[in-house]
């Protein structure tokens, strides 16, 4: 508001250098002394006089036995793979499935690096656009689901390491819902519920009459361009749907212009993924009809008043054994509804030095505290 002086003071307070990120400084034990934007370089040293050294016995994960920590961004796996082998770094995070299956299998790295796959807590997948007229169908949406041949992808892309997921909720949970029926790939089952739903062979695709117009079967997948995880899936599932009459449009996107068109529900079929916090899951950010609004991220348009009310009585109950119970209700409804189709989990694919003691992968991010390392030289 122009004039405004308490306002103008605040602004002014708040612009000053120990407020820009060049200068952060946090609670923790480490301060930032070196951020290299030109060469995706950042170094932390340990504080002096930090405030966590004096109750390290009393609290649990205040420990920091590493002075410094330097972050790099290393785009290309050939070089990554050439520096490990040169002992360059003390851990790497971000590696390809098929590299490390093969540091796995044939031990390259085990002289000097310790490999550690810890559950993952994320999960990626197939999002359907539920209040699309082909979509809005839940037949339509089982069938695709039943029309993935999941299993083979997640052998031939994850290399072994990786879940199969078909909920929402962390295996690991104790609400997590073991009694639903996989759906397991079967083109003819796909079939049958295509055609209950009242489409018919034309000419070349499944046909069906929708709002007075004559249309084709046919689903739009959109994808980030240069996602080859995303292809290969997209390729394989074209040639599935192809054998039961269904037309699958591959449409790449820059991430940007696909975020945007996910905002505005202008698509069919998009891949995604999540990244779950621990703790209790709360249902209402991905899968209330309010988070459907105002490009929310319920984005494929999940939802009614029932699950509604069971997500807010989800988030109000006390007693466990009754929200457990209603935690399997709420993925029994996913489960059939389709809103999803669940891909995988994927395990963190850690590589870490033997330098360090109590060095180990976590499955929270970023899935390691090199705080609590100890250098064993």
Same mark, same amino acid.
């Given at each position: 508001?122009?004039?405004?002086?308490?306002?103008?003071?605040?602004?002014?307070?708040?612009?000053?250098?120990?407020?820009?990120?060049?200068?952060?400084?946090?609670?923790?034990?480490?301060?930032?002394?070196?951020?290299?934007?030109?060469?995706?370089?950042?170094?932390?040293?340990?504080?002096?006089?930090?405030?966590?050294?004096?109750?390290?016995?009393?609290?649990?994960?205040?420990?920091?036995?590493?002075?410094?920590?330097?972050?790099?961004?290393?785009?290309?796996?050939?070089?990554?793979?050439?520096?490990?082998?040169?002992?360059?770094?003390?851990?790497?995070?971000?590696?390809?499935?098929?590299?490390?299956?093969?540091?796995?299998?044939?031990?390259?790295?085990?002289?000097?690096?310790?490999?550690?796959?810890?559950?993952?807590?994320?999960?990626?997948?197939?999002?359907?656009?539920?209040?699309?007229?082909?979509?809005?169908?839940?037949?339509?949406?089982?069938?695709?689901?039943?029309?993935?041949?999941?299993?083979?992808?997640?052998?031939?892309?994850?290399?072994?390491?990786?879940?199969?997921?078909?909920?929402?909720?962390?295996?690991?949970?104790?609400?997590?819902?073991?009694?639903?029926?996989?759906?397991?790939?079967?083109?003819?089952?796909?079939?049958?519920?295509?055609?209950?739903?009242?489409?018919?062979?034309? =000419?070349?695709? #499944?046909?069906?009459? %929708?709002? /007075? *117009?004559?249309? !084709?079967?046919?689903?739009?997948?959109? $994808?980030?361009?240069?996602?080859?995880?995303?292809?290969?899936?997209?390729?394989?599932?074209?040639?599935?749907?192809?054998?039961?009459?269904?037309?699958?449009?591959?449409?790449?996107?820059?991430?940007?212009?696909?975020?945007?068109?996910?905002?505005?529900?202008?698509?069919?079929?998009?891949?995604?993924?999540?990244?779950?916090?621990?703790?209790?899951?709360?249902?209402?950010?991905?899968?209330?009809?309010?988070?459907?609004?105002?490009?929310?991220?319920?984005?494929?348009?999940?939802?009614?008043?029932? =699950?509604?009310? #069971?997500?807010?009585? %989800?988030? /109000? *109950?006390?007693? !466990?054994?009754?929200?457990?119970?209603? $935690?399997?209700?709420?993925?029994?409804?996913?489960?059939?509804?389709?809103?999803?189709?669940?891909?995988?989990?994927?395990?963190?694919?850690?590589?870490?030095?033997?330098?360090?003691?109590?060095?180990?992968?976590?499955?929270?991010?970023?899935?390691?505290?090199?705080?609590?390392?100890?250098?064993?030289?």
């Amino acid at each position: 508001e122009e004039g405004n002086e308490d306002l103008d003071k605040q602004a002014d307070f708040f612009s000053q250098d120990m407020f820009k990120r060049q200068l952060a400084f946090g609670s923790g034990p480490y301060e930032l002394i070196k951020w290299d934007q030109k060469n995706d370089l950042l170094i932390l040293d340990k504080k002096k006089n930090w405030w966590g050294d004096n109750v390290q016995e009393e609290v649990i994960g205040l420990e920091n036995n590493v002075d410094q920590v330097v972050f790099m961004v290393e785009e290309s796996d050939v070089s990554v793979k050439e520096r490990l082998f040169e002992q360059q770094f003390d851990i790497v995070d971000r590696i390809r499935a098929k590299d490390y299956r093969k540091f796995l299998d044939e031990g390259t790295l085990d002289a000097h690096y310790k490999l550690d796959t810890p559950a993952g807590n994320s999960y990626s997948f197939l999002g359907l656009n539920m209040r699309d007229p082909v979509l809005n169908d839940r037949r339509v949406r089982q069938a695709l689901t039943f029309a993935l041949e999941k299993d083979y992808l997640l052998n031939t892309l994850s290399y072994g390491l990786a879940k199969p997921v078909q909920s929402p909720v962390h295996l690991s949970m104790p609400y997590y819902n073991s009694d639903l029926p996989p759906y397991h790939y079967n083109l003819d089952t796909a079939a049958k519920l295509l055609e209950a739903a009242g489409w018919k062979m034309g =000419s070349e695709f #499944l046909e069906k009459e %929708i709002d /007075g *117009e004559r249309v !084709e079967l046919r689903v739009s997948f959109k $994808y980030s361009s240069g996602s080859q995880s995303a292809i290969e899936i997209g390729k394989h599932f074209k040639e599935s749907l192809k054998r039961i009459g269904v037309d699958f449009v591959m449409e790449a996107r820059e991430w940007t212009v696909l975020l945007e068109e996910i905002d505005r529900r202008d698509y069919q079929m998009i891949i995604m993924g999540w990244i779950k916090d621990p703790g209790l899951d709360d249902f209402k950010q991905l899968w209330h009809t309010d988070s459907y609004k105002n490009a929310g991220s319920n984005f494929v348009g999940f939802g009614d008043a029932q =699950s509604d009310a #069971l997500i807010d009585s %989800i988030r /109000g *109950e006390l007693d !466990e054994a009754k929200r457990n119970e209603m $935690y399997r209700e709420f993925q029994a409804i996913i489960h059939r509804e389709c809103p999803y189709i669940f891909l995988w989990s994927g395990n963190k694919k850690l590589i870490i030095s033997k330098r360090f003691d109590n060095a180990y992968g976590l499955a929270t991010r970023p899935g390691y505290n090199v705080a609590l390392w100890k250098p064993n030289l």
